[in-house]
Nanobody
Framework: QVHLVESGGGLVQAGGSLRLSCAASGGTFSNLGLAWFRRAPGKEREFVASILWAGGMTFYADFVQGRFIISRDNAKTTVDLQMNNLKVEDSAVYFC?????????????????WGQGTQVTVSS
């Protein structure tokens, strides 16, 4: 069983930056595929970014447009999401997720472990 805890959410003005962090415990962290998803009010949860087990390959949703960077530290068992140039439409609850396969990419069904989420609010 893998336990995930997110931190770093908050309120920021449009154009600002936030760094989300997710701490994992349990399981073999280096074997896991890791990702961030988000859910805005009234919308379905959607993929944001993912990173393969070795950290060499990353994937992003189209709406990211080069503004976010996902990274992982296998020694510290953390996965971060650096978010820059935030927009009002980025406001959502952001979830950290882990897949048993280190090759998991965008598909939500691949992720079996989920954090509780952290709120990100971007004001205009």
């Amino acid at each position: 069983q893998v336990h995930l805890v997110e931190s770093g959410g908050g309120l920021v003005q449009a154009g600002g930056s936030l760094r989300l962090s997710c701490a994992a415990s349990g399981g073999t962290f280096s074997n896991l595929g890791l990702a961030w998803f988000r859910r805005a009010p009234g919308k379905e949860r959607e993929f944001v970014a993912s990173i393969l087990w070795a950290g060499g390959m990353t994937f992003y949703a189209d709406f990211v447009q080069g503004r976010f960077i996902i990274s992982r530290d296998n020694a510290k068992t953390t996965v971060d999401l650096q978010m820059n140039n935030l927009k009002v439409e980025d406001s959502a609850v952001y979830f950290c997720a882990a897949a048993k396969s280190g090759l998991a990419r965008q598909g939500e069904h691949q992720y079996v472990y989920w954090g509780q989420g952290t709120q990100v609010t971007v004001s205009s």
